[in-house]
């Protein structure tokens, strides 16, 4: 179970069946990984199947980077069965046994040292146990184990299936090689796994966030502000800036040109005025608990939690978007994952480089159709465009191609809409190289749905650009002998039809 930095576990047992266990159900299965679940509540296969339902929709607005093949999902009925399978944990092959183990049950320390237990009695000897604990220190959870040096907390962020931190916690017991390899697992499922060099209460995060809630309940406990409208002075101010900032640079870049130290010496006096209530928390009363739940229901009681979540998601896919545009932050790591998919495609869908490659499959998702229910004319171009990408990538030019300063820009394209295609409908692009000499690429793709129906044509041109100077420029060496490959491999195929036309006026 070694990893190298690219390591995707093939089985993952997830106990807890939650709103995050759940997501981490979904973020696993999503990225190739047969997770089984246990879990003694009997409405846990219904709530993790509608957080499934929500992580699949986010997804498919996230990427169009191909996955992998789609880890199975199973329930088990025990502990043991769900970290050596099907209650078979004295002779379960190692093969069988989860790589990875989630613990994601109730923030009561006995509940937890009892669950690693009865981890231990079944789990392989080299897995690792991650806790999702969201303030418990790793060293008093490890306190009871055999083998405390295979646990280590991985505190995820709520959507576990789109949000990318985790945070790793080491106790005092816990192994370096532990720290290591669920760190490769971590960014290789899409995550951004932040490494804390010293346990404290609650970890990094989340001291902020309690710090913000101490305060958020004073306004409201004092009449200051309702809940509506703290949430508004966070989600049209500072937590735009936060967003894709953080704290400390948001700061500096507020002390302008003098940057932090600037800032701290304007601003830094003000800590010490009696603004904040930070130590102190006001008494959870029933009329102050009566007020923040009449206050938020009206906020947003509106929508059902299930909707609420859906645009959350919807929200938070925009803001990553929009951050990946720009290579930074959460952005930065949505396109190292996306990169590591592209260039993750199975070999067997390039394997017959004499027929034409496929070169994209997919489902339609909803949002793609229009008022009449089909798929919108853009996107059909979109599922061009991410072919011709797979396609560059088959040809070397992948992230460290395009780091170095290599690419091909696309000149000109020609599309044939020939049917229309309904939400839910699979769809698969094949790719057929025209032409390949020098700096021109030629290429002709066929959008199918199933297997046989041909919705579209798109006929590209592009030219291979030096990035830095922004010419066109011939391709490296490597790129144009894969390049040479494919075009002699489909020299023999018939042209096809529609290839060179262009709109016919009479």
């Known amino acids: 179970m070694m990893t190298d930095g690219t390591h995707r576990p093939a089985v993952a047992a997830v106990i807890g069946g939650g709103v995050i266990g759940g997501g981490w159900v979904a973020r696993l299965i999503q990225n190739g990984v047969d997770v089984r679940v246990f879990d003694p509540d009997p409405e846990a296969p219904r709530k993790i199947a509608a957080i499934m339902e929500n992580a699949d929709h986010a997804l498919a607005r996230l990427t169009m980077a191909p996955p992998p093949a789609r880890g199975r999902l199973e329930f088990a009925s025990s502990i043991a069965g769900a970290v050596a399978s099907a209650e078979r944990s004295d002779r379960a092959e190692r093969s069988d046994r989860a790589e990875l183990i989630v613990e994601a049950v109730p923030e009561r320390l006995e509940i937890k040292q009892s669950v690693y237990a009865e981890i231990e009695l079944a789990a392989a000897d080299d897995a690792i146990i991650s806790s999702s604990t969201s303030g418990i220190m790793p060293s008093d959870l490890q306190a009871k184990m055999k083998r405390p040096d295979r646990l280590m907390v991985g505190h995820p962020f709520n959507p576990v299936y789109l949000l990318p931190l985790v945070e790793m916690?080491?106790?005092?017991?816990?192994?370096?090689?532990?720290?290591?390899?669920a760190g490769d697992i971590y960014r290789v499922i899409g995550m951004h796994p932040l490494h804390l060099r010293k346990e404290i209460e609650a970890f990094v995060a989340d001291r902020f966030l309690e710090a913000v809630w101490r305060e958020a309940l004073w306004l409201v406990k004092d009449g200051i502000a309702t809940t509506a409208e703290i949430d508004d002075a966070i989600r049209y101010g500072f937590g735009l800036r936060w967003a894709q900032m953080g704290l400390f640079e948001t700061y500096r870049v507020a002390g302008g040109e003098a940057g932090m130290a600037h800032f701290i010496a304007q601003f830094g006096p003000c800590l010490k005025w009696p603004?904040?209530?930070?130590?102190?928390?006001?008494?959870?009363?029933?009329?102050?608990?009566?007020k923040i739940s009449s206050q938020s229901d009206a906020q947003s009681g509106s929508h059902s939690i299930r909707e609420l979540e859906r645009i959350r998601d919807n929200n938070l896919v925009a803001i990553m978007q929009a951050l990946k545009a720009n290579d930074w932050g959460a952005g930065k790591t949505l396109a190292n994952w996306e990169a590591a998919l592209y260039d993750a495609v199975p070999a067997e869908t390039r394997s017959d480089t004499t027929k034409p490659l496929e070169t994209l499959r997919r489902r339609v998702p909803a949002e793609w159709t229009d008022y009449n229910g089909h798929m919108n004319e853009a996107r059909y171009l979109d599922c061009f465009s991410h072919a011709t990408d797979?396609?560059?990538?088959?040809?070397?030019?992948?992230?460290?191609?395009?780091?170095?300063?290599?690419?091909y820009f696309t000149v000109e394209t020609h599309i044939r809409h020939l049917d229309e295609v309904k939400a839910g409908a699979e769809l698969h692009v094949t790719t057929q190289i025209l032409a390949g000499a020098g700096k021109k690429l030629h290429l002709f793709h066929r959008l199918y749905e199933g297997e046989g129906r041909l919705l579209a044509t798109g006929e590209h041109m592009l030219l291979h650009v030096d990035m830095n100077s922004r010419a066109s420029s011939l391709p490296g060496e490597a790129v144009a002998a894969k390049l040479a490959g494919f075009v002699d491999a489909h020299a023999g195929l018939p042209t096809p039809d529609g290839a060179g036309r262009a709109i016919g006026v009479k």
Request: aromatic content about 6%.
């Open 169 to 181: 916690v080491g106790g005092t017991q816990t192994s370096d090689e532990t720290i290591r390899r």
């Open 275 to 290: 603004w904040t209530k930070l130590m102190d928390v006001p008494e959870l009363t029933d009329e102050l608990v009566e």
């Open 390 to 407: 797979m396609f560059m990538r088959m040809c070397g030019v992948d992230a460290a191609y395009v780091a170095a300063g290599g690419s």
